[in-house]
């Protein structure tokens, strides 16, 4: 029993890139635990994605079957938590999304296992001490889990999504039986945008209270980021302020990210703010206060009133 | 209906917690405790269903004796009563497999938890103990209308509940996902559900005199060994530190020519 087994996540048909960030940690493990990395895919007509998913690992459990067309945690868990039985995993792996987090410790119940939450990566070169953020990411706690079974979320941005192996793995069926479900699906409200995916942009253009009013997000952060190709970002100040949806929350709470530039507009960096961007290549704030504990992690800061040197900033770019 | 709600005594998430010298521990003497601020949602989306529908709320703190004052303070934003398992820090594990033990006595037909606690940030409990129920689960608990629409001022409740089925909407990557779960069931909440209410002066009175039951760790039987053990802790890699640009001309050219970012 050593083998590592990754949890895959399909979109629309399509294999999440978060995936093969969690491919990157399940091939560490399996170095430390002498096994292969294996992965399970669930889903209804989720076969181009076992596919391409097979480029990347030894073995692709597939369990594909019109009563798992959506991910719903009580269906799903009870597929991983056979596929992990049948590939005899030591570890059961996913990326701490939305849908990692709600399924992944539902299937630890199910395998008796104890579980790492949003790890960062191992502690250290051998064993099998992780590292993962508690208390709003200003404490890194290493921790052991002490089942045999392991499983771990990983945090998205601290892992490179992993390279094709250059051989294919098996992909073969997974015959589960569900049963009887108590949960059903009614519907999906995707949140449509021009701009890149928060989580996935290579720049993050945020807002804060500094803005005054909803309309200056508009006004201001809306062409500094078109110009930038920038997804937007937002502090919980102004999202609990109803300025802006509540998926534009860049916060340990909200979305973390990790973007090679990401400019704070008029965000003070409260803890909670700071723990979701400060994993960011380039930081830039702009505050009119000097004392803003944003200036604190930040690689550029500028002292200057946000409503002159954004539109500044957005013509000389 | 009945509903089980959790609440965590946790350490205040606006402060900063110091690590031990050794690194083996956290230092949490001085430090002020607060409730866990998704546990006070899940506190307030109880009592608008309870208004909505009738029924009890029961409100469960398994952790420090102390955290009788957590307990205490939803009981005086308006719920029935408290069973407090008293216990040192557990893991999520434990604490579902307690909670297990108290759903089978109780027989709620909801259970609503935060979604994670704001000390360990594990986010796992709720899951875990659907998990051992074999019930439902709808984590992530929001809803469409903000927080300063008129259903939110009216304290509606965002889960709705008919004919046996709870309708939670989720936030999860991307959009809102809509999910029915048959009853029993357990949600747990995000921060966009509601606006807990403040207790009032008579809520704080009528407090004092609710019931909560203290109950030791032992006397369930439960085996709550660690399944995850924190050996260590340390500060995160700091930053290092910045610059100050003296304008935007400055600030583009080092955009280009320092970090080369654009």
């Avoid at chain 1, 929350?249 to 990401?262: H, I, M, N, R, S």
């Avoid at chain 1, 380039?282 to 009119?288: E, H, L, Q, S, Y």
Wanted: aromatic share 4%; hydrophobic share 45%; net charge neutral.
């Amino acid at each position: 029993m050593s083998n590592v087994l990754v949890v895959a996540e399909v979109f629309e048909g399509a294999l999440k890139k978060a995936t093969l960030t969690a491919v990157t940690f399940a091939r560490d493990a399996a170095q430390r635990t002498g096994g292969q990395v294996h992965a399970v895919v669930i889903g209804q007509n989720v076969g181009a994605a076992a596919e391409e998913l097979a480029g990347y690992v030894a073995a692709v459990h597939v369990a594909d079957q019109a009563a798992l067309a959506q991910p719903t945690a009580e269906a799903y868990a009870k597929v991983i938590a056979a596929a992990a039985k049948a590939c005899s995993a030591a570890v059961v792996t996913a990326a701490a999304t939305a849908q990692g987090k709600d399924v992944l410790p539902r299937t630890a119940a199910l395998l008796g296992a104890g579980m790492a939450s949003d790890v960062l990566g191992f502690a250290g070169p051998e064993g099998f001490q992780l590292r993962r953020p508690i208390q709003a990411g200003n404490v890194i706690a290493t921790v052991e889990v002490t089942t045999a079974v392991k499983v771990v979320s990983t945090r998205p941005t601290e892992f490179e999504a992993a390279k094709a192996t250059g051989s294919k793995g098996t992909v073969a069926p997974l015959a589960v039986d569900v049963g009887a479900v108590g949960t059903s699906y009614v519907k999906f409200a995707k949140v449509t945008s021009e701009r890149p995916e928060l989580t996935d942009a290579r720049v993050v253009v945020s807002g804060g209270r500094g803005l005054k009013e909803a309309v200056n997000f508009g006004k201001l952060i809306e062409p500094l980021a078109d110009k930038l190709k920038a997804a937007i970002g937002a502090s919980r100040a102004v999202v609990d302020a109803g300025w802006v949806p509540n998926d534009m929350q860049v916060g340990q709470t909200g979305k973390v990210v990790a973007p090679d530039l990401y400019i704070a507009v008029g965000i003070s960096g409260a803890i909670q703010h700071v723990a979701g961007m400060k994993g960011s290549k380039t930081i830039v704030a702009i505050n009119k206060d000097a004392e803003a504990p944003i200036f604190q992690v930040a690689d550029y800061g500028l002292v200057a009133d946000l409503f002159k040197v954004v539109p500044e900033l957005t013509e000389k770019l | 209906m009945k509903i089980l709600v959790t609440v965590k005594r946790v350490t205040d998430y606006e402060r900063k917690v110091k690590i031990s010298p050794d690194g083996l521990s956290l230092v949490t003497e001085g430090m002020n405790f607060v409730p866990n601020p998704f546990d006070e949602i899940a506190v307030e989306e109880a009592l608008r269903l309870q208004k909505a529908h009738g029924g009890e709320v029961v409100v469960i703190s398994i952790g420090h004796k102390d955290a009788s004052k957590e307990i205490r303070q939803a009981l005086a934003m308006g719920a029935d009563r408290g069973i407090h398992v008293i216990a040192e820090e557990l893991d999520p594990d434990a604490v579902a497999r307690l909670l297990m033990k108290i759903v089978e006595e109780e027989k709620p037909e909801l259970v609503i938890m935060g979604k994670q606690a704001t000390d360990d940030d594990a986010n796992q409990a709720g899951q875990l103990l659907a998990g051992y129920l074999g019930w439902p689960q709808a984590t992530f608990a929001s809803k469409v209308e903000g927080l300063d629409s008129e259903a939110e001022k009216a304290q509606t409740p965002g889960v709705v509940i008919a004919g046996g089925e709870a309708t939670v909407i989720r936030e999860i990557d991307g959009g809102l996902e809509t999910l029915k779960l048959k009853l029993p069931a357990i949600v747990t909440t995000d921060l966009r559900l509601n606006h807990p209410r403040f207790a009032s002066l008579p809520g704080i009175m009528k407090a004092k005199k609710k019931p909560i039951k203290e109950v030791p760790v032992a006397s369930f039987g439960v085996d709550i060994t660690p399944k995850v053990r924190n050996v260590k802790y340390a500060e995160p890699p700091a930053r290092k530190a910045g610059v100050k640009v003296a304008d935007v001309a400055e600030l583009v050219n080092k955009l280009k020519t320092e970090a080369k970012v654009i």
